[in-house]
């Protein structure tokens, strides 16, 4: 059993810099990659970032620049700093890991936390 549990959302104007944070628990063994993806507002749900096994990172095009990913491997735990927000940055931003099973790689998610970018 695996929880991921995700901090860190709320208001913020545009300009404004939030830290989601991302609490794994349980069965965390056999990390393919960990990372973070958004729902804005009628849309579908699309990667922002993701950080492998081996610490190689890769972002959308969209935030490139702006937001940066990390993970503190001994706590288990996945950030997202974001800087420079901007109102399409507000969706329901998800926290997601991959792990290695002997049949398989499994998907994991948190419940989701809301980032809200006025402009």
């Known amino acids: 059993q695996v929880q991921l549990v995700e901090s860190g959302g709320g208001l913020v104007q545009a300009g404004g810099s939030l830290r989601l944070s991302c609490a794994a628990s349980?069965?965390?063994?056999?990390?393919?990659?960990m990372g973070w993806y958004r729902q804005p507002p009628g849309k579908q749900r699309e990667l922002v970032a993701q950080?492998?096994?081996?610490?190689?990172?890769n972002y959308a095009d969209s935030v490139k620049g702006r937001f940066t990913i990390s993970r503190d491997n001994a706590k288990n735990t996945l950030f997202l700093q974001m800087n420079g927000l901007k109102p399409e940055d507000t969706a329901v931003y998800y926290c997601?890991?991959?792990?290695?099973?002997?049949?398989?790689?499994?998907?994991?998610w948190g419940q989701g936390t809301q980032v809200t970018v006025s402009s």
């Open positions: 997601n890991v991959v792990l290695r099973r002997l049949v398989g790689l499994y998907d994991y």
């Open positions: 349980g069965s965390i063994f056999g990390v393919n990659a």
């Open positions: 950080i492998s096994s081996d610490g190689s990172t």
